[in-house]
């Protein structure tokens, strides 16, 4: 299957002309062209009610108004959003289904130039559209009043103040006559012609939009009946972004205020008025395919089956008697040879559609389906961004220093844990930290403590957020080995021994003079090694096992890992 390669408006011109002052003055006078220039969109677009933006990348977008008296809807779409349109439109008219849609091709005007006299390059002037009909009867009026089969049209050089004009002869019945273009005050072709240039010319002007199409809807029942319109476009995917403010002192405070805001785009040709927004999270199978496009079909070609030319053998004359009876007989010869066949192009199958390979999709839920609405409508230019609170609440955190070697082999994080207490999951973004001051302002500026990368959070859930390195408590680390046989058997004349290994890591935690500390060590787990005690808590990497320590002093903790190893020795 092969895909179309009309893609332009033809191999000389790439864009519709903008018709010149003077070709203007040409297809008004021969009543094709409304002074006002021909309006591609006539009908207002059906207003925009809502949206529900998807962390998938689209969107749903919902129209609802009136659709014309005349039985049709028309409604512009972006040339790139053409082909899920096709896809997903539903349009609900409470008098019945409409009956289709139509809409220009992707290459609208080479198609239409195809059947015409003249293509998109002669509408540029009056002089050129009047070559491309050349052997057309015309009438001009002005000056001249003349009426002919159009010859030629010759441009005459400037001469210094004088602009450039054109000189048209015509043979009438008086012979060759001749007017200067640039004079004439009407020029009328032929009904068939001026309806060819009528089309031309509102091709031309539709064309200009070039970046939308034009769909027609064709309604069952004509009428001004309300019109719900919905269909998917391409969107940016909406974010999230937090900020926590902590009252009073960080390292007691056991509530915080969270509050936290979507920020999204509009990136549709319409703009937001009184729009309502829906935010959703998922990620469900989304495909593109290419319905705008046009496709055909590779054919096997049969060839046209044709016979030998016949060619009689010449006469050579006649032998007599005795040379007939010296001549071998000839061997009988076939009339037709049954092996013969007609060649034929077999088809080994259809050919797929070009494009992507279907891509591997995962449908994975780690925190539950996020749905947002807000409560007040939205307005937004195209074009133009968004940020709005969707969630703001008091939720449990505490005070801890998180220890990661792997991050820093001396110093551990400030870090909250921060338990989701609200009934509905929390999407990941990113969040800041603030820690609030006192002061006798009416209005105190809080202080920044960091960001961190909020990690998404379903109800009841708990997470550390790490937003800074702490410089003031140390730690060390001290590690030792160690192997013990724990039992030895001797059976069959085999030694069989069973040792226990462990390996221990000691860290050393001194907590600065003024303020004591909760460390949260967090030590790596390892393939068939299990820990020698128990750990507050696991992730699927670490342990996790805490160490308090006053302020100004030092103190230690041991994590062992130990594992069970068996070993035969042969005594014969």
């Known amino acids: 299957m092969r895909r179309s390669s009309r893609t332009g408006l033809n191999s000389r011109n790439s864009a519709a002309?903008?018709?010149?002052?003077?070709?203007?003055?040409?297809?008004?006078?021969?009543?094709?062209?409304?002074?006002?220039?021909?309006?591609?969109?006539?009908?207002?677009?059906?207003?925009?009610?809502?949206?529900?933006?998807?962390?998938?990348?689209?969107?749903?977008?919902?129209?609802?108004?009136?659709?014309?008296?005349?039985?049709?809807?028309?409604?512009?779409?972006?040339?790139s959003q053409i082909d899920d349109f096709l896809k997903s439109v539903l349009i609900a008219d409470p008098e019945g289904r409409p009956?289709?849609?139509?809409?220009?091709?992707?290459?609208?005007?080479?198609?239409?130039?195809?059947?015409?006299?003249?293509?998109?390059?002669?509408?540029?002037?009056?002089?050129?559209?009047?070559?491309?009909?050349?052997?057309?009867?015309?009438?001009?009026?002005?000056?001249q009043k003349l009426h002919g089969t159009l010859l030629t049209v010759t441009a005459q050089a400037a001469d210094g103040a004088l602009p450039q004009q054109?000189?048209?002869?015509?043979?009438?019945?008086?012979?060759?006559?001749?007017?200067?273009?640039?004079?004439?005050?009407?020029?009328?072709?032929?009904?068939?012609?001026?309806?060819?240039?009528?089309?031309?010319?509102?091709?031309?002007?539709?064309?200009?939009?070039?970046?939308q199409r034009q769909v027609e809807f064709t309604l069952a029942r004509p009428g001004n009946q309300a019109i719900t319109l919905s269909y998917l476009a391409d969107a940016p995917i909406w974010k999230a972004a937090y900020r926590l403010v902590i009252p009073?002192?960080?390292?007691?405070?056991?509530?915080?205020?969270?509050?936290?805001?979507?920020?999204?785009?509009?990136?549709?040709?319409?703009?937001?008025?009184?729009?309502?927004i829906t935010l959703t999270?998922?990620?469900?199978?989304?495909?593109?395919?290419?319905?705008?496009?046009?496709?055909?079909?590779?054919?096997?070609?049969?060839?046209?089956?044709?016979?030998?030319?016949?060619?009689?053998?010449?006469?050579?004359?006649?032998?007599?008697?005795?040379?007939?009876?010296?001549?071998?007989?000839?061997?009988?010869?076939?009339?037709f040879d049954s092996r013969m066949t007609l060649p034929m192009a077999a088809a080994e199958g259809s050919a797929a559609l070009p494009g992507m390979p279907l891509p591997q999709t995962e449908n994975r839920e780690d925190i539950g389906q996020i749905h947002f609405s807000f409560a007040q409508?939205?307005?937004?230019?195209?074009?133009?961004?968004?940020?709005?609170p969707i969630i703001e609440q008091h939720v449990p955190i505490a005070a801890s220093w998180l220890y990661q070697a792997d991050t820093d082999p001396h110093h551990p994080l400030f870090s909250l844990r921060i338990e989701n207490s609200s009934e509905r999951a929390l999407p990941p973004g990113i969040l800041t930290l603030y820690s609030a001051t006192d002061c006798d302002s009416p209005v105190c500026a809080p202080d920044f403590a960091g960001d961190a990368a909020f990690p998404g959070l379903a109800p009841g859930v708990e997470r550390f957020l790490t937003f800074a390195l702490d410089r003031d408590t140390r730690i060390d680390r001290e590690t030792s080995s160690d192997k013990r046989l724990q039992k030895a058997t001797i059976s069959d004349g085999i030694l069989r021994l069973s040792h226990r290994l462990q390996q221990t890591t000691r860290y050393i935690v001194r907590a600065p003079e003024t303020t004591g500390r909760t460390v949260i060590i967090e030590h790596p787990k390892r393939g068939g090694w299990q820990l020698a005690g128990k750990a507050e808590s696991e992730t699927p990497t670490h342990y996790r096992l805490?160490?308090?320590?006053?302020?100004?002093?030092?103190?230690?903790?041991?994590?062992?890992?130990?594992?069970?190893?068996?070993?035969?020795?042969s005594l014969l």
Not at 248 to 276: C, H, I, M, Y
Not at 377 to 388: E, N, R
Not at 549 to 566: F, H, M, N, P, Q
Request: charged content about 20%.
């Open 99 to 143: 009956q289709s849609l139509t809409l220009p091709g992707r290459a609208p005007l080479s198609a239409l130039f195809a059947n015409l006299r003249f293509d998109p390059d002669d509408f540029q002037s009056s002089a050129s559209l009047l070559r491309a009909l050349t052997g057309t009867e015309i009438t001009v009026s002005g000056p």
């Open 281 to 335: 999270s998922g990620n469900p199978v989304t495909f593109r395919q290419n319905l705008y496009d046009s496709y055909y079909v590779d054919r096997p070609e049969l060839p046209v089956q044709t016979y030998r030319a016949v060619v009689p053998r010449a006469d050579q004359g006649e032998m007599d008697d005795a040379a007939v009876r010296t001549m071998p007989a000839p061997r009988a010869q076939k009339m």
């Open 17 to 79: 002309p903008e018709p010149t002052r003077q070709f203007r003055k040409l297809i008004i006078a021969a009543g094709l062209l409304p002074l006002g220039g021909v309006t591609a969109f006539a009908q207002e677009p059906l207003p925009l009610r809502s949206i529900t933006l998807s962390t998938s990348g689209i969107a749903l977008y919902t129209h609802h108004g009136k659709a014309g008296t005349d039985g049709k809807l028309r409604f512009p779409v972006a040339a």
């Open 377 to 388: 409508k939205l307005d937004a230019l195209p074009g133009h961004s968004v940020s709005a």
């Open 248 to 276: 009073g002192d960080t390292d007691r405070a056991s509530k915080a205020n969270l509050q936290g805001w979507a920020v999204f785009e509009n990136n549709s040709p319409f703009a937001w008025q009184g729009v309502e």
């Open 166 to 211: 054109h000189r048209v002869s015509l043979l009438s019945d008086g012979g060759i006559r001749q007017f200067i273009l640039e004079e004439a005050e009407n020029i009328t072709f032929p009904p068939e012609i001026e309806a060819e240039i009528a089309t031309a010319a509102a091709g031309i002007a539709a064309s200009r939009a070039q970046e």
């Open 546 to 569: 805490a160490l308090p320590v006053a302020a100004g002093k030092t103190d230690s903790l041991a994590v062992t890992l130990e594992r069970v190893t068996l070993e035969q020795i």
